[in-house]
């Protein structure tokens, strides 16, 4: 059987953004529907809609984790609190292992917080997907690693 991991890199190697390779990933355990998750999960892309923010694949495990363990009930601090340990858990292992969780460093684009209007982001066009562009971005392996992460952090609640 495809792990989630394998099945998330290959959904980005299709042209899914990093955000919706592991939301989708996870879409059965999830009970989603898998034209929704991928909608709800689109715009987390390229760090937030291409603006280079938090990595699409940490906003990724924040859905899978909001799913798991938030509440829509909002005087329920008590699941917030929880919520939010689970995110910043996942989010410290991920930076643990890779030195940020934020996509330009991760790419090792400018390290200076861009403006949206300065031209840095070359638009909202997303790169062609060519051999070059997998030779240079680690998303697929970041992809394959907020699995990882997200499968030992909570494997409990994925079973």
Known sequence: ??????????????????????????ADVLGLDWDQAAKYSASFGGGLGRLRHVCGTVSGMSIVAGLLTGSSDPKDVN??????EVVQKLAEEFEKRNGSIICRELLGLDR??????????NGAAPEPRTEEY???????????????ILENT????LE
Do not use: I, T
């Not at 699941?79 to 939010?84: A, C, G, L, P, T």
């Not at 200076?112 to 982001?121: I, Q, R």
């Open 1 to 26: 059987m495809e792990s989630r991991k394998e099945k998330a890199m290959e959904l980005f190697k299709q042209g899914y953004n990093c955000s919706q390779s592991v939301v989708l990933a996870y």
């Open 134 to 148: 997998y030779r240079k971005r680690p998303c697929v392996s970041l992809v394959g690693e907020a699995c990882e």
């Open 112 to 121: 200076e917080k861009p403006s949206v209007g300065d031209g840095y982001l």
């Open 154 to 157: 909570l494997h409990e609640l």
């Open 79 to 84: 699941k917030k609190k929880e919520n939010y």
